[in-house]
């Protein structure tokens, strides 16, 4: 069965520090991977996915993703991370039939 | 904006009325899903609907009902809800199997009184 793991329920970071949060998932064959955002009381907005080629993939707002075949992972980073990027962060696998499956999520407070 | 619409953006309801949620997309896609998020825990996908036919139902109870008269608009009706029904409720769309990112709604904050 595909499914998703977040291993880090809530991280904090200062800000202008790296970031990298971690995402491993579990599926067959090649997946279609996602990070999502989600400001507070808001909907899912897409950061960043990865169907095939270059396993580098960048983002919106200065994030990027790795995927990682060996050790299906899926983890997402940004270099510098800014107050405005706290929020919750989803990372998603599609599978064949198109349905969505979310991590757990992982929130991420930044520190002045 | 992501091209999914959902009405109301606030809902606070007795456990005895009838209401109804709605989500819209104008973005050709084929697939559309209603998920519930609550307090501390993981988003749970509630229904998934395929070109209007409904081919998911993860053991929702059935004080949720579920309606999509056609490809670009999905209800939720609800009827005789509890308070620990009060959630997050996200609608998504996306085409269905090819595996495509799914656009979210910014979602429905319903509270059971």
């Known amino acids: 069965a595909q499914s998703v793991t977040q291993p880090d329920i809530h991280i904090t970071v200062s800000e202008g520090a790296s970031l990298e949060l971690r995402c491993n998932y579990s599926?067959?064959?090649?997946?279609?991977l996602f990070w999502y955002v989600q400001s507070p009381g808001q909907g899912l907005q897409l950061l960043l996915k990865y169907f095939s080629g270059d396993t580098l993939v960048q983002g919106i707002k200065g994030f990027e993703a790795e995927f990682k075949r060996s050790q299906s992972s899926f983890n997402l980073r940004k270099p510098s991370v800014h107050w405005s990027d706290a929020a919750e962060y989803f990372c998603?696998?599609?599978?064949?039939?198109?349905?969505?499956?979310f991590g757990q999520g992982t929130t991420l407070q930044v520190k002045p | 904006e992501t091209g999914v619409t959902q009405t109301p953006r606030h809902l606070v309801m007795g456990m005895t009325n009838k209401k109804s949620l709605k989500c819209e997309q104008h973005l050709g896609h084929n697939a559309m899903y209603w998920y519930k998020q609550s307090a501390k825990k993981p988003l749970e996908l509630m229904f998934v609907y395929n070109f209007k036919e409904q081919t998911e139902n993860n053991s929702v109870p059935s004080r949720f009902s579920p309606e999509c008269p056609n490809s670009s608009h999905l209800f939720l009706h609800l009827h005789t809800l509890q308070p620990e029904d009060s959630a997050l409720y996200l609608c998504?769309?996306?085409?269905?199997?090819?595996?495509?990112?799914?656009?979210f709604g910014q979602g429905t904050r319903l509270t059971v009184v």
């Open positions: 599926y067959g064959a090649t997946p279609y």
């Open positions: 998504a769309s996306n085409l269905g199997q090819g595996g495509t990112e799914a656009f």
């Open positions: 998603a696998v599609v599978g064949n039939t198109g349905k969505l499956i």
